[in-house]
């Protein structure tokens, strides 16, 4: 065992996966055709694409061509995941003496010949300035290969575990109790003798809410419907929207999203729309920016979800919603506005940070603030 040789490119490959994706968190990137090159991604991180190529490259045209394609590769991963103006450090290990080693417009490029030459780097150890600690290791040869591979493997099968967690499907049993919900109210006021009042009494109404404090209306609106039409259409994105993302980021977050929604959506309407207005269309507004959040966060996985459907979806009903009369836009613009701000707030499992979420609940509370100012007590 100790007298195996670890050749000195293997050994400069093996060293920077195992700080790339170990301690930078980058994921490798499956190529089809890619041969002798490595491919990283962390789109949070300033370089999204770390490429680690070590074919033997001998002079500059054959340089220039490598370049020219890691750059058209890098737009096509850029466009799948919704990540524009992305950043690229392309390291080679193995370039001819003839060759003149030169970046472009967001890539930098670095050559590395031994191991040891990583922490000589000026680029290297000016970006990731961690990398001097992280290097050092008390193993060789084999047994370092043994150590960094099983790092790796952990780390790997870790994120694997989460994007499972995350991913698998579970009972959306608070969205089926909100369908519910909906679903007898509006009997309610159908059958009742005293239906028409019902609905007058617990509508969202501006002036009613600000003569006489009648605050209830902001949440007790979101659960009544106009007609048949209404509700089975609010009822249906409701169950397709709501199921995805009480999956997605779990019933207590669900919950919060969807009252801070309801909340939201009720502020914006009464502070530019004085008209009655009912429906819970401002609430599943808020879920869909709350899908926008995850589906960012997430994007390595929903990136052309998130491009093709997500987006497409929200812009069309919200257009729909201009071009229409009787829609409470507002409500839907305040509702999706909330969704996306209380979601930053409450931070997306296993990607959000401490900094984000403290951020996100800010501005949340900030732009709750202001709205509440402008609906209810600002002097009309």
């Not at 300033?46 to 045209?61: A, G, K, P």
């Not at 959306?172 to 003798?193: D, R």
């Not at 209404?230 to 009252?259: C, D, P, R, W």
Request: charged fraction near 20%.
């Amino acid at each position: 065992m100790d007298e195996v040789i670890v050749n000195r490119k293997d050994l400069v490959v093996m060293k920077l996966l195992h700080y790339f994706i170990t301690v930078k968190n980058y994921s490798p990137i499956i190529l089809q055709g890619a041969e002798d090159e490595i491919w990283l991604e962390n789109l949070d991180s300033e370089y999204q694409i770390i490429r680690i190529v070590s074919n033997y490259l001998h002079n500059d045209e054959q340089l220039g061509f490598d370049q020219f394609r890691a750059k058209k590769i890098s737009n096509k991963i850029s466009r799948k995941v919704f990540s524009y103006h992305m950043n690229i450090l392309n390291i080679y290990t193995d370039l001819g003496d003839n060759v003149h080693l030169e970046g472009g417009p967001r890539m930098d490029v670095v050559s590395l010949y031994e191991d040891s030459d990583i922490l000589k780097n000026n680029l290297l150890i000016t970006k990731f300035p961690d990398m001097k600690d992280k290097l050092t290791y008390n193993e060789e040869g084999v047994e370092l290969f043994i150590k960094i591979t099983e790092d790796i493997n952990k780390k790997n099968q870790t994120d694997a575990t989460q994007a499972d967690e995350v991913f698998s499907k579970k009972k959306p049993t608070i969205t089926y109790l909100l369908i519910i919900i909906n679903i007898v109210c509006y009997l309610i006021t159908l059958f009742a003798s005293n239906g028409e009042k019902i609905v007058d009494d617990l509508c969202l109404h501006g002036d009613t809410i600000r003569n006489y404090h009648e605050y209830y209306r902001l949440v007790t609106c979101a659960f009544f419907h106009v007609d048949i039409v209404h509700i089975l259409f609010n009822m249906y994105a409701l169950y397709i929207i709501g199921s995805q993302m009480e999956s997605f980021i779990g019933k207590t977050k669900f919950v919060i999203v969807y009252f801070a929604s309801i909340l939201t959506a009720s502020l914006m309407s009464i502070t530019l729309n004085n008209a009655p207005s009912i429906g819970a269309s401002g609430a599943i507004f808020g879920l869909m920016g709350s899908m926008l959040v995850f589906g960012y966060h997430y994007r390595i996985y929903l990136g052309t979800v998130l491009r093709s459907q997500i987006i497409p979806l929200i812009v069309f009903n919200l257009m729909l919603g201009f071009m229409v009369s009787g829609i409470d836009n507002f409500a839907h613009i305040g509702g999706l506005l909330g969704g996306i701000l209380v979601t930053y707030a409450l931070g997306i499992k296993y990607k959000s940070s401490k900094l984000e979420r403290i951020n996100g609940t800010i501005i949340f509370i900030l732009f709750t603030a202001f709205i509440t100012y402008m609906g209810l007590f600002m002097e009309r």
